[in-house]
């Protein structure tokens, strides 16, 4: 099991920045990958930006430039730097952990947290 728990959420206005934390707990050494997952309403669930165990990033063209993903490898942390809000961005922002348990893989999501961007 691999518990995740995020907080950054808030509303901000157009051209703010943002920082989400996704703390990671359990069954760690069995994470592939860490990514940030976004849904708004009406809207299926989309990637932002993703982090593999090796270090390589792979992002949304509509962030790209203005997010960045990155970890603390001491704390079992990722981050979501998200820089140059627009309205489009608002959304559940979700964390999720892509593991392994042998020949098969599972996905763990956290609760989501809600980013407004508004003005």
């Known amino acids: 099991q691999v518990q995740l728990v995020e907080s950054g959420g808030d509303l901000v206005q157009p051209g703010g920045s943002l920082r989400l934390s996704c703390a990671a707990s359990?069954?760690?050494?069995?994470?592939?990958?860490m990514g940030w997952y976004r849904q708004a309403p009406g809207k299926e669930r989309e990637l932002v930006a993703a982090?593999?165990?090796?270090?390589?990033?792979n992002y949304a063209d509509s962030v790209k430039g203005r997010f960045t993903i990155s970890r603390d490898n001491a704390e079992n942390t990722v981050y979501l730097q998200m820089n140059s809000l627009k309205p489009e961005d608002t959304a559940v922002y979700y964390c999720?952990?892509?593991?392994?348990?042998?020949?098969?893989?599972?996905?763990?999501w956290g609760q989501g947290t809600q980013v407004t961007v508004s003005s």
């Open positions: 999720n952990a892509h593991t392994h348990w042998g020949t098969a893989t599972y996905d763990y």
């Open positions: 359990g069954s760690i050494f069995r994470i592939n990958a």
């Open positions: 982090l593999t165990s090796g270090g390589s990033t």
